[in-house]
């Protein structure tokens, strides 16, 4: 029997970065409460006396009456029955290492654009394994959207992935706002994989960028960047899906070409000639395509698929490879 969201289901968010702290200011819209696990205790302070995050999107203010910000994770969870994971991939583990309440009964959204990097996996298919937890409990909530313009408002388009569309419309009801549209997939695979891939392509760019190439190169590096996301999913996972679509293309383009993109900044500090250390070294938040580009080289030994721009960046990140170097070696396989 499958599972299915009630209409009072309550609402809990795990993390207290910059996504996290914009989708609990979504959720606030519509739910008279919103549980909230922090980790650190200058956040969980100022959120309880405040209402403010000091350190992520610190414009966004909150009612205190309406979320319930906790350092107990077992807590939080024992109170929801729809948990959001919105920390940085690499941190998940650390984060749910307090877990001794039990998954039972809820269901648990990933909301993280990224892979587990000691495992190889996604974070589907980690909460699945590690958690045992069935796929009619798991989703994803994914873009294209950049946390800092959600925070301010600004129109914006999300897509609930569940293996259950009126799950992922029970989902929908408690995130959409004037400014916030809705999509839905059942393509759990297709999009969580898409979130990945989307992370590498954008440090391609970025180092493109750095080395001084044009926007005429750019558009031929996305459109390749696309048509090999497309050729990894269906050799790799082959299901009916339009990969045309926002939760898709649209969140490879916005990762691509944004100034929110830390995994292009990532990218854009290499092309200027940082070393792949001293630029992570930079960066204030995590890039998730650093993790990703491992990962997905792994994975592919499995698929055999051709990824020759997902293989350039991880010659550079991993193998020493100098970015003009690596670059123009990719140019002689772009159409």
């Given at each position: 029997m499958e599972y299915t969201i009630g209409k009072g289901a309550r609402c809990a968010v795990i993390g207290h970065g910059s996504w996290a702290t914009a989708i609990v200011k979504v959720l606030c819209e519509n739910e008279s409460r919103v549980g909230w696990y922090v980790r650190n205790p200058e956040v969980l302070e100022?959120?309880?006396?405040?209402?403010?995050?000091?350190?992520?999107?610190?414009?966004a203010e909150f009612d205190p009456s309406r979320i319930a910000p906790s350092g107990d994770l077992n807590e939080v969870i024992r109170e929801a029955d729809i948990l959001i994971?919105?920390?940085?991939?690499?941190?998940?583990?650390?984060?749910?290492?307090?877990?001794?309440?039990?998954?039972?009964?809820?269901?648990?959204?990933?909301?993280?654009?990224?892979?587990?990097?000691?495992?190889?996996?996604?974070?589907?298919?980690?909460?699945?394994t590690r958690y045992d937890l069935p796929y009619d409990r798991l989703g994803i909530v994914t873009g294209p959207s950049h946390a800092e313009e959600v925070a301010l408002e600004r129109l914006s388009y999300l897509t609930v992935v569940s293996t259950d569309l009126m799950n992922a419309r029970r989902i929908g009801e408690k995130l959409s706002t004037p400014y916030i549209k809705l999509s839905y997939s059942t393509d759990l695979y297709g999009v969580e994989y898409a979130t990945v891939l989307k992370n590498i392509y954008a440090m391609a760019v970025g180092m493109a960028v750095g080395l001084g190439y044009g926007d005429n190169f750019l558009a031929v590096l996305i459109s390749n960047s696309a048509r090999e996301m497309d050729r990894y999913l269906?050799?790799?996972?082959?299901?009916?899906?339009?990969?045309?679509?926002?939760?898709?293309?649209?969140?490879?383009?916005?990762?691509?070409?944004?100034?929110?993109?830390?995994?292009?900044?990532?990218?854009?500090?290499?092309?200027?000639?940082?070393?792949?250390?001293?630029a992570l070294n930079e960066m204030t938040m995590v890039a998730e395509g650093y993790f990703a580009a491992d990962c997905i080289r792994h994975v592919n030994t499995r698929h055999r698929v051709e990824m020759p721009i997902a293989e350039m960046v991880y010659d550079v990140l991993y193998?020493?490879?100098?970015?003009?170097?690596?670059?123009?070696?990719?140019?002689e396989k772009l159409v």
């Open positions: 100022s959120l309880r006396t405040r209402g403010r995050n000091p350190r992520y999107l610190r414009d994971l919105a920390t940085p991939s690499a941190y998940l583990k650390k984060f749910l290492e307090p877990l001794t309440a039990s998954f039972d009964g809820k269901f648990v959204i990933s909301a993280i654009k990224g892979i587990v990097p000691d495992d190889y996996t996604t974070i589907v298919e980690y909460l699945h269906s050799e790799s996972h082959p299901a009916e899906r339009n990969t045309c679509a926002s939760a898709y293309l649209g969140d490879l383009l916005v990762t691509c070409y944004s100034v929110y993109s830390r995994n292009r900044r990532l990218g854009l500090l290499i092309g200027h000639g940082c070393t792949v250390k001293s193998r020493g490879v100098a970015v003009r170097r690596a670059m123009e070696a990719l140019i």
